[in-house]
């Protein structure tokens, strides 16, 4: 990586990235989704047709924006969701974390006040946190981030970054009730709501309630994804809502390349017409309910005393609270090793009031209280969209293995691991975590 003193700002805050590019290397299996559950057939009836019919088109160069008919798509598409916009405040990205950058590039500075929940997206925080902004971690219950918390940090943020509907790494939605409180504080505020929805669609029991931007908040945008529904190879996902902020990123995007692809658009909007999405979400769904149902039902078999964990309304995963003191880093390694789908909480964390580096560097200038604002340690996240049936339970049995290994080892070393008086990291308040 690099060693100079002398690199500019960027390439200083690139390098800090190094830990993040690690985790999500090894976190292959954990972020993978069920290669089952791709459309296959539609995909290769919708390539043929559109080489027959569109071939000058699908392999020409096309609008910075995206094509028009697949904007068209997206605006309607938000709309079931009661949000109405125009073709014009649609742009077609290369994938949700690209619409994330191209935000962070447009809105960001170095150390710009940028509230997310605890925890969030472990995408997003490494697509943002290259822009330098002063991290400030929401504390969370199970209806979404505290309004007394928000409130606080409101005043003077650059950027909201949040998931109302379906959160990665908890598959917890805001709440009817905690949508129209954060609502209304964004309604006086200049701050830019930036609206995760990547798996807002990938909801199991019942759809979520309307996100914040449908809502009326004025200065925002919705970040969607087409990858969370079984298409990632095509890399396509789109940015929509304000419409300056809209084409300041389209114009923005031309410093790193010209456009979206003009092929995978043209084959994604044939599979939508050909009513691809209606038939295959459903299916989807289904399979992610049951292996979510099934988790479940195994970690209560298995898991020791003291754990607790998220009941995802819809999504990949699912979030884990360890016991105090238990240490994450003590089992992921192993966990990793055996091809356990797992990750440490602490990357999904930017702690109460994290500074650029994510809690890696030796002082945070931004915390009144470093070691209270320091990202939570004890804390697992479980990606269960993979898992095949028959992998679940000696999944989750041997994580619950390594857990109580874990735990025998670090009651033995407490004495000396553990300083008196010296304080823990505050546990992400979820109190939908429960092993119930």
């Given at each position: ?385 993979a898992l095949s049936p028959g992998a679940v339970e000696p999944c989750v049995a041997r994580l619950a293995q390594l857990l109580r290994a ?15 008086g010296e304080r823990q990291p505050a546990p992400v308040r979820l109190d939908r975590m429960r092993p119930a």
């Amino acid at each position: 990586m690099f060693e100079s003193t002398n690199l500019p700002p960027m390439a200083r805050r690139v390098a800090l990235l190094e830990a993040g590019d690690a985790r999500e290397s090894a976190a292959w299996p954990a972020e993978a989704c069920d290669a089952d559950v791709f459309p296959v057939e539609a995909a290769s009836r919708a390539m043929r047709r559109v080489l027959a019919r569109r071939a000058r088109e699908a392999l020409q160069y096309g609008p910075a924006e995206g094509i028009e008919p697949l904007r068209e798509w997206v605006c309607g598409h938000l709309a079931t969701q009661g949000l109405r916009l125009q073709p014009s405040q649609v742009l077609i990205s290369s994938g949700s974390r690209h619409a994330l950058d191209l935000l962070g590039k447009v809105l960001l500075d170095s150390a710009s006040p940028l509230l997310v929940q605890r925890p969030t997206s472990l995408g997003a925080l490494r697509a943002l946190r290259a822009y330098g902004p002063r991290l400030v971690g929401l504390r969370c219950d199970e209806q979404g981030p505290d309004p007394e918390a928000f409130a606080n940090a409101l005043p003077g943020a650059r950027m909201a970054y949040l998931q109302p509907r379906c959160a990665d790494p908890t598959g917890c939605a805001f709440s009817e009730a905690r949508a129209r409180e954060l609502t209304r504080q964004l309604a006086g505020s200049t701050c830019w709501l930036v609206e995760d929805q990547a798996y807002g669609d990938l909801w199991f029991d019942a759809p979520p309630a309307p996100g914040l931007l449908a809502r009326g908040v004025e200065y925002g945008v919705v970040v969607g994804s087409f990858s969370t529904l079984g298409l990632p190879g095509l890399r396509l996902g789109w940015v929509a809502g304000h419409p300056r902020l809209v084409a300041t990123l389209a114009q923005a995007r031309g410093a790193a390349e010209r456009q979206p692809g003009s092929l995978s658009q043209w084959v994604l909007l044939e599979m939508l017409r050909d009513g691809c999405l209606e038939r295959h979400l459903p299916a989807m769904r289904q399979r992610y309910r049951e292996r979510r149902d099934a988790v479940l039902r195994a970690l209560r078999r298995h898991m020791p005393e003291g754990v607790a964990w998220t009941r995802p309304q819809g999504g990949a995963h699912l979030w884990l609270n360890l016991p105090c003191p238990l240490d994450a880093a003590q089992v992921i390694e192993p966990a990793m090793r055996e091809g356990l789908p797992v990750l440490p909480g602490q990357a999904f964390d930017a702690g109460a009031g994290g500074c650029a580096s994510f809690g890696e560097c030796c002082q945070c200038r931004f915390a009144d209280d470093p070691q209270a604002a320091a990202p939570v340690r004890n804390a697992l996240r479980l990606g269960f969209a993979a898992l095949s049936p028959g992998a679940v339970e000696p999944c989750v049995a041997r994580l619950a293995q390594l857990l109580r290994a874990a735990t025998q080892a670090s009651t033995r070393g407490a004495g000396s691991a553990h300083r008196p008086g010296e304080r823990q990291p505050a546990p992400v308040r979820l109190d939908r975590m429960r092993p119930a």
